[in-house]
Antibody, heavy 117, light 109 residues
Framework: EVQLVESGGGLVQPGGSLRLSCAAS????????MHWVRQAPGKGLVWVSR????????SYADSVKGRFTISRDNAKNTLYLQMNSLRGEDTAVYYCARDLYGDYVDWGQGTLVTVSS | EIVLTQSPATLSLSPGERATLSCRAS??????LAWYQQKPGQAPRLLIY???NRATGIPARFSGSGSGTDFTLTISSLEPEDFAVYYCQYRSNWPPEYTFGQGTKLEIK
């Protein structure tokens, strides 16, 4: 059974940093592109970032470019999102998702990030 | 940048009725369109990929159609567990673009 478990969310002040993790199991992690998708409270889904299966290529939404960094450790079956210079508009539930030909076939349960003073 | 517009914003129907949800793209997306279902407090779930293919484990009452700019998700006979928010999504590998529509809330009438 595929499992994606996010962690690392919490309350952080504006301008602060946070690192999210997504522990994967039940599939060959190193074979799949992975994504982060976020959802502000009461709002819709927004793509944040993606990383190629071997970590050699990354992409970001314009809203987070230069502030967020996606990475992965295939030996630990874990995906990361380093978030710096956080803003109020970054407040959201952050989901990791497994990519199969561009579609999100599996999702984690999400971790809530709240940016507030 | 492609914009996806879903309609209606809210759809009120009764169990057993047929639901038709629409997603319109600002320019052609070919068939690179997926549909997701999200229930309160849960992660989204993939229903339909490439416009018309049901994902693994998705009941046959869910079907997708369309290509180019106009797409439809149809639920042939609503079950109580189908009342949720539905999102369409366009995806492009290069340049990377993963755009969601704003969602349609399907509520019990």
């Amino acid at each position: 059974e595929v499992q994606l478990v996010e962690s690392g969310g919490g309350l952080v002040q504006p301008g602060g940093s946070l690192r999210l993790s997504c522990a994967a199991s039940g599939f060959t992690f190193s074979s799949y592109w992975m994504h982060w998708v976020r959802q502000a409270p009461g709002k819709g889904l927004v793509w944040v970032s993606r990383i190629k299966n071997d970590g050699s290529s990354t992409s970001y939404a314009d809203s987070v470019k230069g502030r967020f960094t996606i990475s992965r450790d295939n030996a630990k079956n874990t995906l990361y999102l380093q978030m710096n210079s956080l803003r109020g508009e970054d407040t959201a539930v952050y989901y990791c998702a497994r990519d199969l030909y561009g579609d999100y076939v599996d999702w984690g349960q999400g971790t809530l990030v709240t940016v507030s003073s | 940048e492609i914009v996806l517009t879903q309609s209606p914003a809210t759809l009120s129907l009764s169990p057993g009725e047929r639901a038709t949800l629409s997603c319109r793209a600002s320019q052609s997306v070919s068939s690179y369109l997926a549909w997701y279902q999200q229930k309160p407090g849960q992660a989204p779930r993939l229903l339909i990929y490439d416009a018309s293919n049901r994902a693994t484990g998705i009941p046959a009452r869910f079907s997708g159609s369309g290509s180019g700019t106009d797409f439809t998700l149809t639920i042939s006979s609503l079950e109580p567990e189908d009342f949720a928010v539905y999102y369409c999504q366009y995806r492009s590998n290069w340049p990377p673009e993963y755009t969601f529509g704003q969602g349609t809330k399907l509520e019990i009438k």
